[in-house]
């Protein structure tokens, strides 16, 4: 069958997009290179209310419920502290009622969160299939060509393949990606570890020394028994009902324990770090938090960690682009708007604003009636649309997230980098003072709610 959307990548994006369509009775394929299942390294994703109402609007009752249940248990603090853990700014993140599930802001183990958008599409995966390039076919459709030397054909190809994109070599060959020269370690320490004065409700954000920073937090998770109890019989029944059903799957990937990130410039680490295995990571990661000049607490947190969990990811963006002429090729994710901040919420975003724009168009598009110089224009016409939109609301996150970053400070010379610094510490410091920033919680929903009702 030709008549179908054929997605490159089952990450985040990929998935997101094919449970729309599928709501939708949209056909499509998805070609995954990864072999199922064999991602080994996990992190934790901070679903905001953007990415909450895209899985509200993606996810079918049932499987938001369980969304819910399964994301860590929401922390009470937020913190700014510098390299010896002195605070610089804190506040409290009370739960405002009248906001809605999808509302809140969430904590989510990556690999989780790609099971529950694969639950009920294994069977729409290829995977160990890998894009190799596409052709635009006279008649209107697409030719994809895998790797393995076989071929698909359909109306409309979307790469979801991440930032090393290979559809968006070929859509859009011009494309740069940007090298912050940050590079993020991220660990998983063992439950109950204590790092210095940071409460076991917090969050803290890192202001360390020499363009330095990180993320330290505590991550716990409503036990399975419990999640279980709170499920009617046949919630019940259709997630935990054999060994190999969603909720089993899922208890592996909801560790209680310390999780931290942290970013030095990549200067500071050996070439071709981001390619050893954790626990060789882990000696090198203790040695340059030493030499940064972290307190001893958030050393011996590195040293207290597991090394199964240690990995590392260098900081790249993408650099946003002018416009470009639609075809019926496009990209979704990071494979489009990758930021060094990091956007997993907009790549939600993009699966339901694409969604919309395939569904609007589907009927005309697929009818006998319709010639294939019309069913071209129609679908060039929706991507467009979904392009112009997705430019709109991702490329600002792409240019904000590198002034509030690391990189900047990579780029400035000392003494510019020392008064920035000080004049960070001090705002931050003064605002903590004066500014009755009781519920940092509050603050951030009533902010993305504005963002929201200006959307719409
Ligand atoms: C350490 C770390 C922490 C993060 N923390 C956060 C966070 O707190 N909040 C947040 O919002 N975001 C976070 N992110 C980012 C978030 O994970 C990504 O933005 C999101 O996963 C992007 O989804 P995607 O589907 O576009 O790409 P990916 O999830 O990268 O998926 C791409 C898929 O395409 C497949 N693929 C690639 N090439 C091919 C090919 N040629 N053929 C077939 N398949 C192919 C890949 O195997 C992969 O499965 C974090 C990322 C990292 C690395």
Redesign the pocket.
Known sequence: MTEKVII????????ALARGLKTSNIPFTI????VKNCELTD?????NSI?GHALKELLSQDLFDIFQLTSAIPLNRFLVVDGQLNTLLESKMERRMDVPPEGCDRAMS?LLLRQLLLEGLEDDIHFD????HHVEDEDGLITVHLTDGTTDRCLMLVG????????RKQILPHARLYDTKMI?I?GRCRDGASVGTLHDDSVAHLHGPNGSGGVIYNARYTPMEEILRQLDDTQRSKFSGDPQSLLPRCRSMMIDGRYW?LWFTSEKLPEKFVRLEGSEMLPIAIDVTKQTGYSTSIIDMIEDSDPHSV?S?PEWSCVPMDPWEPTAATL????VH?TSR??????LRDAVVLCEAIRDVWDDATSPSTSPSDRKRTIRTAVGLYERQMREYAYPLVIASRSDNGMSSVQRSPTASWLTDLMFRASLKLFNLILPVRNLSSWMDHTAGTQREKRE
């Open positions: 490159i990548g089952a990450g985040l994006g990929g998935l070609y995954e290179s990864d992190y934790r994703i901070s679903v990415g990556r299939r890998t894009y190799d979801a393949d991440g930032i090393i994109s290979s559809v993020v991220s990130n990995f990811t979704l994710g990071d494979a990758a990091f956007e997993a919420n907009t790549t």
